[in-house]
């Protein structure tokens, strides 16, 4: 069963600072994975969505890698900014029906 | 603007009621999902469809059910038989593995 660990569940930082979220999963036989941002009592919006052949997406400034073999995705956030704050998700698609969220980091960037 | 949209925002069931959530979607998208989240876990998949008139479960299906009679629309039933019904519910759509377009959520309560 496809398991997946974000670390750290919480996060502060200062205005303009970079920052990497991370991400892991136990099973590497993946289609895609995908992050996404959560505001308080919101849906989810997409960010970046990594297909199972590529290392890494980029938009703006934030920036997603995958390493399939080691089960790793990372979400580089450059220059943070108060708007910045929310809840960042990864989830794992193994197929239609084989979808694993992670349980989030939130995320604090104090002006 | 295209989108998902779902419908009520807030919602209260008495014991023993079923109660339907509505998801719509304009972005001619095959398949639509829906998922719970509670505090604390991650995103969980309740039901999906790739196409209309065709829907399967997904992990924690006991106590739902769906139907897919229009491309547009994904509506969710929670039944009487889900005893722990408390939670934040999210329809998505997608094309095939693509990424996910997310509604803003429903949120139901136990009166």
């Known amino acids: 069963k496809q398991e997946v660990t974000q670390i750290p569940a919480a996060l502060s930082v200062p205005e303009g600072e970079n920052l990497v979220l991370n991400c892991s999963f136990t099973?590497?036989?993946?289609?895609?994975l995908q992050w996404f941002r959560q505001d308080p009592g919101k849906g989810l919006t997409s960010l970046l969505l990594?297909?199972?052949?590529?290392r890494e997406q980029t938009s703006g400034r934030l920036n997603a890698s995958l390493d399939k073999s080691s089960g790793r995705s990372t979400l580089y956030i450059a220059a943070s900014q108060p708007g910045d704050s929310a809840t960042y998700l990864c989830?794992?698609?193994?197929?239609?029906?084989?979808?694993?969220f992670g349980t989030g980091t939130k995320l604090q960037v104090i002006p | 603007d295209g989108g998902i949209t779902q419908s009520p925002k807030y919602l209260f069931r008495k014991e023993g009621q079923n109660v339907t959530l509505s998801c719509e979607q304009n972005?001619?998208?095959?398949?639509m999902y829906w998922y719970r989240q509670d505090p604390g876990q991650g995103l969980r998949l309740i039901y999906y469809?790739?196409?209309?008139?065709?829907?399967q479960k997904g992990d924690i299906a006991e106590g739902y059910s769906v139907s897919r009679e229009k491309k547009e629309s994904f509506p969710l039933t929670v039944t009487s038989a889900q005893k722990n019904p408390t939670a934040f519910y999210l329809c998505?759509?997608?094309?095939?593995?693509?990424?996910?377009?997310f509604g803003d959520g429903t949120r139901l309560s136990i009166l």
């Open positions: 998505a759509s997608s094309i095939m593995l693509q990424p996910q377009h």
């Open positions: 099973d590497s036989a993946i289609y895609n």
């Open positions: 990594i297909q199972s052949s590529q």
């Open positions: 989830a794992v698609f193994g197929g239609y029906q084989k979808v694993t």
């Open positions: 972005l001619n998208h095959d398949a």
């Open positions: 469809s790739q196409i209309v008139n065709d829907f």
